[in-house]
């Protein structure tokens, strides 16, 4: 009996908006997506949003290879499948992972971590898993960003990198549990773990700290104070659950102080989702000085370095770290998926712009002037 011919899928050549190199727009050019390798998934993307951290490779502050095709939180619906998937299948809709999930190392294995040893975030080598690309543009190899790049029609992911979801799930929707809702919502629940009647900071009103804010609502927080230079952030804070809003340009001593005098002892929990070293310090500062608990929410600059006063840690407050909410990504972003699916929480007050995907510039100066919480980039003319 004949051996079973084994079906050799194609190149696929699409649109795909590619960074040739740091602080220019970004170029819509024809790319070849190579076929994917055994354990591995190709996809094409519905709808991708725009994320400060993708604007952080683009200015240096989070350092990445060039030429590259950035775009991390996105969802979209499986083309084909590398040898040996089996929990995957074409048709599938899925939410590529920045943080992978591979379920075998120490990382994934243990409670008290969800950064999978095999993620792309602290390597920055802008590869797939095995060393090699799967984008090539004007005969130029073309970098991944954070094992997921999807700023293209379509793209290639480890098989760790992907989450299938509820066949009824709203794309254009559900991308934001990429990154910017599951990173802010969590930061709260799953790596602060606020408790009821706590005193909240959120430090940075963009999409991610928003979410900070609707994560601590649901914990039961008594007092969020939403913290932000931009004042025309503070409805959409408030219409999410802020109690209190405040613009450190308003007063001429220290954030910190002004925080320490509302609460009368300093906030319970404060988040950092800015990136900024200054903002990161401050929010340890206006914690309780022996049981406040400040995360680090925000992608910390390249190459800064961090001064601050260790009578602040000293004294018993904690500091920490979040990355992508703490959630193992492969098995809770299935599960916020459905929580969405029953209106547990809400989506849509994140999302305040919808552009084609050829527009993606645009997209990036929304963002940049502060106008836009996300936008959300989509394939289709509608």
């Not at 079906?7 to 190199?21: D, P």
């Not at 727009?25 to 994320?51: D, M, Q, Y």
């Not at 950035?70 to 048709?91: D, F, R």
Request: charged share 20%.
């Amino acid at each position: 009996m004949a051996p079973a011919k084994v079906k050799l899928l194609a190149v696929i050549k699409c649109k795909a908006a590619v960074m040739w190199e740091a602080n220019k727009p970004f170029s819509i050019e024809e790319v070849e997506v190579a076929p994917p390798k055994a354990h591995e998934i190709r996809v094409k993307i519905v709808a991708t949003g725009i994320c400060r951290s993708d604007d952080h490779v683009i200015t240096g502050a989070l350092v990445m290879p060039f030429p590259i095709i950035l775009g991390h939180e996105a969802a979209g619906i499986v083309e084909s499948v590398g040898q040996g998937v089996t929990s995957i299948k074409p048709g599938d809709k899925v939410i590529p992972l920045f943080v992978p999930y591979c379920g075998e190392c120490s990382s994934c294995l243990s409670s008290k971590s969800n950064l999978c040893i095999k993620n792309n975030i602290s390597s920055g080598g802008g590869f797939m898993l095995d060393g090699t690309t799967r984008f090539t543009c004007k005969g130029k190899a073309i970098h991944h960003f954070l094992g997921t790049s999807t700023f293209t029609e379509y793209t290639v992911l480890h098989e760790s990198f992907v989450a299938k979801i509820d066949p009824a799930a709203p794309l254009e929707k559900v991308f934001l549990i990429g990154c910017g809702f599951s990173t802010g919502y969590g930061a709260a629940v799953q790596t602060a773990k606020v408790e009821p009647g706590s005193i909240c900071a959120i430090f940075g009103l963009g999409g991610v700290g928003l979410s900070v804010i609707m994560g601590c609502k649901a914990a039961g927080a008594s007092r969020i104070i939403a913290v932000d230079i931009n004042s025309d952030k503070f409805a959409k804070a408030k219409e999410l659950g802020a109690t209190d809003c405040v613009n450190p340009r308003d007063f001429k001593k220290p954030i910190h102080e002004v925080l320490i005098e509302m609460t009368g002892h300093g906030v319970d929990y404060a988040f950092e989702v800015v990136g900024h070293i200054e903002t990161m310090v401050a929010a340890l500062a206006c914690c309780h000085y022996n049981y406040g608990v400040s995360v680090v929410v925000g992608v910390p600059p390249a190459a800064q370095k961090i001064t601050f006063d260790p009578m602040l840690l000293f004294t018993g407050r904690t500091w920490k770290g979040s990355v992508f909410g703490g959630w193992k990504s492969k098995d809770s972003v299935p599960k916020l998926v459905a929580d969405y699916m029953k209106k547990i929480f809400v989506l849509d007050p994140l999302i305040t712009h919808r552009l084609h995907f050829t527009k993606i510039n645009e997209g990036f100066d929304l963002l940049r002037t502060g106008k836009s919480i996300r936008t959300v980039l989509v394939f289709q003319d509608s």
